[in-house]
């Protein structure tokens, strides 16, 4: 299982940290991570890492704000977001797939969401 917490309410240009801890263990092959969701939309991709390499990977829009990073020993991947706006407001998702995709349907494994707002 996935959990993911530290979502909140914050006006633009603050931050947040989200969390994502596995009960289960993330295998090296693992790639992990994070889709946001707005009502009406499917999710998008946000960030991924390699859970071997650590290589990471960030949607455009997010470059230079946001950094996915994993803590090995903990199990737990997390996003800090710097410099928000009101367009990165969201319910934010982490999630596992067995190879690297941007697309939300190659993801087997996701966690509750929580929630991200930003006011202008």
């Known amino acids: 299982q996935l959990q993911a917490s530290g979502g909140g309410a914050v006006q633009a240009g603050g931050s947040l940290r989200l969390s994502c801890a596995a009960s289960?263990?993330?295998?090296?092959?693992?790639?992990m991570g994070w889709f946001r969701q707005v009502p009406g939309n499917e999710r998008d991709f946000v960030a991924a890492i390699r859970w071997n390499s650590g290589r990471t990977y960030y949607t455009d829009s997010v470059k230079g704000r946001f950094t996915i990073s994993g803590d090995y020993a903990k199990n737990t991947m997390y996003l800090q977001m710097d410099k928000l706006e009101p367009e990165d407001t969201a319910v934010y998702y982490c999630?596992?797939?067995?190879?690297?995709?941007?697309?939300?349907?190659?993801?087997?494994?996701w966690g509750q969401g929580t929630q991200v707002t930003v006011s202008s």
């Open positions: 999630a596992r797939a067995n190879g690297y995709s941007t697309g939300w349907r190659d993801y087997d494994l």
């Open positions: 289960g263990r993330i295998f090296s092959s693992h790639v």
